[in-house]
């Protein structure tokens, strides 16, 4: 093997397994944003391979199977996600396998450069390329955060899994009988509160009525009171006078009937 430096296949190999992992890093993290982005929406979303976990999950509870580690279900429809005939967990961790190649390559050449006791600025440089190559690699896996968002889609899954449709589906196809009973049970209440809230509606309105007809009432009935009053004196005062009257005329009519038969009498005696 011939001096890194001089050999420049080799540095040129080095420079190209660098690119290639950092290339592949950033398609890996631009999957990972996709597929983050649509489980935000997993109800409506089109993504085919997040529409194909939906569904095995769904047909497992149809077929009265329950999935109890939603996790290791996750994980391993993941491992099933495929790029270029590539895993995503091939494709996540090529930094790895750059990393072991770029060391394993410099190590080999570190050795063979003391064995033929090169200078020490050769030495220093063939520790340097590959500590620069490595740098590069690392701040790809800092810029992009592939294992981050591998960990948020992870934890948005298994949060619309767990605790959104795992419990409809355990009781619409594993407990079907129990789903019935509460809604029996639900609906039961509803009707008789719906029942009482009627009758606390009316008895409230009862009351509200009783309320304006003893208060309202009051002005209007000690008026009509009034004017019957009045209208009874005044109809008594004219009874009064309308006898006064009658007694009046019967007397005088009584004192001619009486001075009438004095004359008679006086008459026949003369």
Known sequence: MKDLCEDRRLLLGMVICTAASILLKCICAIIYHKLL?????LQTTKNKWLRAMLTKYEASYKI???INDPDCFVSRHLERYHVFKLSLYTLENTDLF???LLISTSLLALIQGIAGRQPMRQLLLQILIPLFL????GLSEMLFRIRHKKRCLKLQ?????ENTIQSKLENQYLHPELQKAYQNAYFDITSSLEGQDRLDHMVQ??????????EKP???FSKEMRELIDSLVQEEKLAKDIQQIEQENTATAATKEKMQL????IKEYL
């Open 37 to 41: 982005h649509d489980s935000r929406q």
């Open 64 to 66: 009265r199977i329950s």
């Open 98 to 100: 750059a990393t072991a």
């Open 134 to 137: 490595l740098s590069l690699i």
């Open 157 to 161: 899954l298994l949060d619309y899994l």
């Open 205 to 214: 309105l009862e009351k509200m009525n009783q309320k304006e007809r003893e």
């Open 218 to 220: 009051k002005s209007t």
């Open 262 to 265: 004095i004359e008679e009498i």
